[in-house]
T-cell receptor, first 110, second 114 residues
Framework: RKEVEQDPGPFNVPEGATVAFNCTYSNSASQSFFWYRQDCRKEPKLLMS???SGNEDGRFTAQLNRASQYISLLIRDSKLSDSATYLC???????????FGKGNQVVVIP | ETGVTQTPRLLVMGMTNKKSLKCEQH?????MYWYKQSAKKPLELMFV???????ENNSVPSRFSPECPNSSHLFLHLHTLQPEDSALYLCASSPRTGDTDTQYFGPGTRLTVL
């Protein structure tokens, strides 16, 4: 089983719609979770950390389900500028070692 | 943004060449990382340095040789690479190697090995 699994998509989303995707992780001892955003041919940038209680940042909502070992990201009112690949990232613990998923590619369509 | 810079941005080299990638961070961080991002694959951690000391080598072949002279600079020396080493090499830094320390990435060096 891969450490972090994501459905790469692409997810074609009409502008203004809501899109949600999950990622699963294999290491039950993982403590820290993140969503990074990576634009085409650019570096990954932190979008948001994911907390046990769930958290929201504007149009973005992240959830963590430790029992089922998955993390979700929901984007409301999608904008064209949201088109990117969203990377699910799990901290393996020790040395700040991050494990990345392949990413969910989102394409927002006018 | 110029928090983490990398040079060169593009590099084409032959299998017998020796080259070096450079990373510099201007964020006052103490931890630095090298990652490899190949097409259709997730980012792979290669090396971790904390306060100039290597604390992680993720089973990276010896043709990749990292060097960290101080907390602000990180190099990746390359020699006798293979075509399958062609990838985007990303440097990152974080305040420390704590599990909640956010990593900030540089723009990467896109490497092609002929």
């Amino acid at each position: 089983r891969k450490e972090v699994e994501q459905d790469p998509g692409p997810f074609n989303v009409p502008e203004g719609a809501t899109v949600a995707f999950n990622c699963t992780y294999s290491n039950s001892a993982s403590q820290s979770f993140f969503w990074y955003r990576q634009d085409c041919r650019k570096e990954p940038k932190l979008l948001m950390s994911v907390y046990s209680s769930g958290n929201e940042d504007g149009r973005f909502t992240a959830q963590l389900n430790r029992a089922s070992q998955y993390i979700s990201l929901l984007i409301r009112d999608s904008k064209l500028s949201d088109s990117a690949t969203y990377l699910c990232v799990v901290n393996r613990g020790g040395n700040n070692r991050l494990a990345f998923g392949k990413g969910n590619q989102v394409v927002v369509i006018p | 943004e110029t928090g983490v810079t990398q040079t060169p941005r593009l590099l084409v080299m032959g299998m017998t060449n020796k080259k070096s990638l450079k990373c510099e961070q201007h964020l006052g961080h103490n931890a630095m990382y090298w990652y490899k991002q190949s097409a259709k694959k997730p980012l792979e951690l290669m090396f971790v340095y904390n306060f100039k000391e290597q604390t992680e080598n993720n089973s990276v072949p010896s043709r990749f040789s990292p060097e960290c002279p101080n907390s602000s600079h990180l190099f990746l020396h390359l020699h006798t690479l293979q075509p399958e080493d062609s990838a985007l090499y990303l440097c990152a830094s974080s305040p420390r190697t704590g599990d909640t320390d956010t990593q900030y990435f540089g723009p990467g060096t896109r490497l092609t090995v002929l």
